[in-house]
């Protein structure tokens, strides 16, 4: 399967899996799709960084998932796999 792929799906099951605690939710999800806790921590906190806290933590609903979410999700993914060589 494709890395972007990877982060589509990862994304899409972000989607439906949202709850009050949206960073143990993501971190699950990332860990759920096979990668280890220092990746999906630091794809976590690339993606916070991006949109801030305040607005992740009110993702409840999929169609609230701003616009270029995937995107935003493949190049965190993408920016720790390049610092965790």
Not at 56 to 79: M, N, S, T
């Amino acid at each position: 399967m494709g890395l972007t792929r990877l982060f589509l799906l990862f994304g899409c099951t972000l989607l439906t899996a949202c709850s009050s605690s949206f960073e143990s939710k993501f971190k699950d999800g990332c860990r759920n799709w096979g990668a280890n806790r220092s990746f999906c921590s630091c794809s976590y906190n690339n993606v916070e960084k991006h949109y801030g806290e305040d607005r992740l933590e009110q993702i409840k609903e999929p169609w609230q998932f701003p616009e270029d979410w995937a995107d935003q999700v493949q190049r965190a993914g993408f920016a720790c796999m390049a610092k965790l060589k």
